[in-house]
């Protein structure tokens, strides 16, 4: 079995909207599929760049507690990008970034974190890609980039299969701590330091 890095942001539940428009400006230009309309809890539709499950039809969650998107990203270049492309034969978009392969999107409308939270859980598609995950500072940049914008708790990096966790954007700040560690000893002690949802979370 392979590698299965990723990134894990969590926001409140009203900012879902906002935070997968603001990812889909970092969709290729030029992706060619049609766009993939959502309906989100609540009744809100947006429209994506994006296929869910590999599927182009209509996806309704209005009454789903997950949404399933296959994303595609441009990132901005560094070594690890540049060694990646150069490995995987992907080419340069006109700005400059690089488009990596798929990156697969869970939206859990309840976190399982704490059920006051939404969050957004990146997968890499492949082994290599999580390589990237995990020595790339531009990669990290998008995702702490869209857990500040979008008024993101906290932003993880997540090794998959219960393995390390490390906490890269907090209430406001980067950071780098790791889940197990003397300032988050487990999950429970993180999510303590999240604001009560009810009181509106990071806007």
């Known amino acids: 079995m392979g590698l299965t890095y990723g990134y894990d942001i969590h926001l409140p539940p009203r900012n879902v909207a906002g935070a997968l428009l603001r990812l889909a400006e970092s969709a290729p230009p030029a992706r060619g599929v049609p766009p993939l309309e959502v309906t989100l809890p609540g009744g809100d539709r947006i429209v994506l760049p994006y296929t869910s499950r590999f599927k182009r039809e209509p996806v ?21 990008v540049r060694a990646y492309a150069e490995e995987c034969g992907h080419e340069y978009g006109e700005d400059g970034r690089v488009q990596i392969g798929y990156v ?3 939206v859990r409308f309840r976190s399982s974190l704490h059920p006051g939270y939404a969050s957004m859980d990146f997968w890499a598609a492949t082994s290599r890609m999580s390589r990237l995950f995990a020595r790339s ?14 008024g993101g708790v906290c932003c993880l990096f997540d090794t998959g299969d219960f393995g390390p966790e490390q906490v890269c954007w907090l209430n406001g700040e980067t950071t780098q701590e790791m889940v197990g560690g003397p300032r988050f000893p487990d ?8 604001p009560d949802p009810d009181d509106g979370g990071r806007a």
């Open 60 to 80: 309704d969650c209005s009454t789903s507690d997950t949404l399933h998107l296959d994303t595609s990203i441009m990132f901005d270049a560094d070594d690890a």
């Open 187 to 194: 999950r429970r002690a993180l999510v303590a330091t999240w």
């Open 137 to 150: 500072a531009r990669v990290r940049e998008v995702f702490t980039g869209l857990a500040a914008a979008s």
């Open 104 to 106: 697969y999107l869970t």
